[in-house]
């Protein structure tokens, strides 16, 4: 750990190391500020519908992006040849964004039509529509700008501005008498991660913008062919992702209620915290992996990796010490009744630590040509997951899906960890530190060329 921290002081990296961790913690924070204040400014129910809307809006934003952001950080490169090619692949990113936008979008239309005929709360979900399709652009800039080494436009919009501010606008809404419940909420926030968002937007227009007007070069049709093949297993990768991420919090709130809903999404929120160290990593840390395995260097990304993965499971651990102490008085800022729900949330956290234990192994496999194994591997866990976690939730209750959360877990990470070895000889996990030796010569032949380093 220490020559991990004393490499980051001497690298040209750590301005940027630092204004990743600085933005992932603030962000942690002042998402949970914001998570509060709704808390409190709404009832249990109402609370609930938040939390349920913004779960699936969360979720299909994450597939809206249809990785395009998988596929910029795979081929986008940070030299001065590369502009013209650079410039084909943000227009191909930008026209697959532009049709997920026109079907979340044109889908919320129909249902602001129909809301009459639907239950409550899903008379509601074209809220959650239009708020997916601004996630889905959001998460492609922050990629966009995180390959440009410019962490803090990367980040800051929205997980400084967009989160911090939400609070305070949401206090302000209920001073002005307009926040009546989750419709209003959602909308406040809403208007608020579209001003962010357009930020962002107005700088990659600076950056792309001749190469986004009508009529301009497109890339050859092979090209377009792998991209396009690309794109869709990456697409059905990041579907698997956002149901790991918010399947239980829809299903709690589908099948046991909006208040328990209410409560897991507080809970999962609070174990989450636990992961910052690895998506701080991942800011920064996963073009100097990229580069590394352009370079065919494994012993070196296995040192990368290992000291990586070390520094965020040791994180995660304190983290998870802290938790045992001060959950129960986490769990009460938000609603009294939470706190008799304090062994879920350790279960949770548990699950954190397994995650961090193997760093940025996901991350690996995304930009290193896993993403058929990823899809076939993640289709055959979830089926498995969809069934346990129904049957636990009926033996268990709530505590049963976080029990299926571990789980999912540990099996989705070990099989992780056994691509990233048969690949590359790459252990990822933070045990590798103890093993000078891991690492070495590629096991097997690349069945296609290695990605471009991102920068």
């Not at 989450?272 to 990304?301: E, K």
Request: proline letters at 4%.
């Amino acid at each position: 750990m220490h020559m991990l921290v004393a490499k980051v002081r001497r690298s040209a990296l750590s301005g940027q190391f630092l204004t990743a961790f600085v933005a992932r913690f603030a962000s942690a924070i002042l998402g949970f500020l914001t998570l509060l204040t709704a808390s409190r400014l709404l009832g249990t129910y109402e609370y609930g519908v938040y939390v349920f809307l913004f779960a699936i809006g969360s979720g299909l934003g994450l597939v809206a992006v249809l990785g395009q952001h998988n596929l910029l950080l795979k081929h986008y490169r940070m030299d001065g040849a590369s502009g013209p090619a650079n410039g084909l692949l943000v227009r191909h990113n930008v026209v697959w964004l532009g049709l997920a936008l026109a079907v979340l979008l044109g889908t919320g239309a129909v249902l602001v039509v129909a809301e009459r005929y639907l239950p409550e709360p899903y008379d509601r979900l074209h809220l959650a529509l239009a708020f997916a399709a601004v996630f889905g652009v959001s998460e492609y800039l922050q990629n966009f700008f995180r390959i440009h080494r410019r962490v803090a436009l990367a980040l800051l919009p929205r997980e400084i501005v967009w989160r911090g501010g939400c609070a305070v606008l949401l206090y302000l809404g209920a001073l002005a008498g307009v926040l009546h419940g989750a419709t209003e909420a959602m909308a406040l926030v809403l208007a608020l991660f579209v001003a962010a968002t357009a930020f962002q937007l107005v700088h990659l227009v600076r950056l792309h913008g001749p190469d986004l007007r009508p009529g301009g070069a497109r890339a050859a049709p092979s090209e377009r062919a792998a991209w396009r093949s690309q794109s869709l297993f990456f697409t059905a990768n990041n579907g698997m992702h956002a149901l790991s991420l918010y399947l239980e919090t829809v299903i709690v709130g589908a099948v046991l209620g909006m208040e328990e809903a209410a409560f897991y999404f507080v809970a999962l929120r609070y174990a989450t915290l636990l992961l910052l160290p690895v998506a701080a990593i991942d800011t920064v840390g996963l073009p100097m992996a990229a580069a590394r395995i352009q370079a065919a260097d494994w012993s070196g990304l296995q040192r990368l990796v290992g000291r990586l993965s070390l520094a965020s499971f040791l994180i995660s651990i304190v983290g998870a010490l802290g938790m045992l102490v001060v959950g129960p008085y986490a769990l009460a800022l938000f609603k009294p009744a939470f706190v008799a729900h304090l062994d879920v949330l350790l279960v949770l956290c548990l699950s954190s630590v397994a995650t961090a234990f193997f760093g940025p192994g996901v991350s690996l496999l995304m930009i290193g040509g896993g993403e058929r194994f990823l899809l076939v591997n993640n289709a055959v866990l979830f089926a498995i997951y969809g069934l346990l976690l129904c049957g636990l939730a009926d033996v268990m209750g709530i505590l049963g899906v976080a029990v299926a959360n571990l789980l999912l877990a540990l099996s989705y990470n070990l099989r992780m960890n056994s691509w990233v070895r048969r690949r590359w000889g790459v252990d990822n996990m933070a045990t590798a530190i103890l093993r000078p030796s891991a690492g070495g010569p590629v096991p097997q032949p690349m069945p296609q060329p290695v990605p471009h380093a991102a920068g």
